[in-house]
């Protein structure tokens, strides 16, 4: 029998931007209601240096722990299962489709879904834990929770990497991976969605040349989504999209308020879209030179 935290009350917020803090009216728990077991599933290839942080943040407050690895080369599995996690290997099917065949690899109807460059901070722990002790998990079918990047040296806490919210605590029997089948999935939930306030910690960036290098591999997946949607390269988002996202990051969303980091984020993030409509239009003209006469 897994140990969870004393019950009460999960601190549930309205979804928004920027969080707030409501006056929240005590619930009262009967002491008989049973705790639903926790299933978490973590979709991973060659992460041998981020699933020990990861299966850590999750090992001993939950039921069970799934890796499903896909193509991986490298100690991903020795990890896993010295953590206890029940290892899988499975097929890469683009996000979207793989995490889904993941998520049937759980006993559990309640889910964590988490990548292996995550980590469930305290706060957030206690929090999930409260939602599940409580009345919450009869009342939503899923929670959203901020995620936070630390990159350099500090979290981000404004601009457009933050709050983040993500829908990663769900019901499997209402909620499963949607969205685009190539890049940007997201859960697609059918019922009420709480947001808690605990923070789901972000280690995406080693550093920054680990940043640079996903601009290229991203612009080249927004091409193939562009393509088969149909839509063509133009001028105007070219040049507006890149400038919006500039001023939306770093003054609209504060991302000045996170020092010369934050600076980075807001340029780079708009240079990035830049190269992915630049090779857009590179994949609708681009020709071998022709021979000199």
Not at 270 to 286: D, M, N, P, Q, W
Request: charged share 25%; with cysteine; hydrophobic share 40%.
């Amino acid at each position: 029998m897994v140990n969870r935290a004393p019950r009460g009350n999960a601190r549930l917020y309205p979804a928004s931007r920027r969080l707030h803090r409501p006056r929240i009216t005590p619930t009262v728990h009967s002491p008989a209601r049973d705790v639903p077991p926790l299933s978490v599933v973590i979709v991973a290839r060659n992460e041998e240096r981020n699933l020990p942080r990861c299966l850590a943040s999750v090992r001993g407050w939950t039921d069970e722990l799934v890796v499903a690895l896909n193509g991986t080369t490298d100690g991903s599995e020795t990890v896993s299962l010295a953590a206890g996690a029940a290892v899988h290997h499975l097929p890469w099917r683009g996000y979207r489709d793989t995490k889904n065949d993941a998520l049937a690899l759980a006993r559990n109807n309640w889910v964590l879904s988490l990548d292996a460059d995550e980590e469930v901070s305290p706060a957030l722990q206690r929090e999930i834990t409260a939602f599940l002790a409580g009345d919450a998990h009869e009342r939503f079918s899923g929670a959203r929770f901020p995620r936070k990047v630390w990159f350099i040296d500090r979290w981000i806490t404004h601009g457009d990497w933050y709050p983040d919210l993500s829908l990663r605590l769900f019901r499997r029997d209402r909620a499963r991976w949607g969205g685009d089948a190539i890049v940007h999935e997201k859960i697609d939930c059918d019922g009420p969605v709480a947001t808690l306030r605990g923070d789901l910690h972000h280690y995406s960036f080693p550093d920054v040349a680990a940043h640079v290098a996903k601009i290229t591999p991203f612009a080249d997946l927004f091409v193939r989504q562009q393509r088969e949607k149909g839509r063509r390269f133009a001028i105007p988002s070219a040049l507006i999209r890149p400038l919006w996202r500039l001023f939306r990051a770093y003054v609209l969303r504060r991302g000045f308020l996170d020092g010369f980091p934050g600076l980075y984020i807001a340029v780079a993030t708009a240079f990035g879209v830049f190269v992915r409509h630049t090779r857009l239009y590179e994949s609708e003209r681009a020709h071998t030179p022709e021979p000199r006469k």
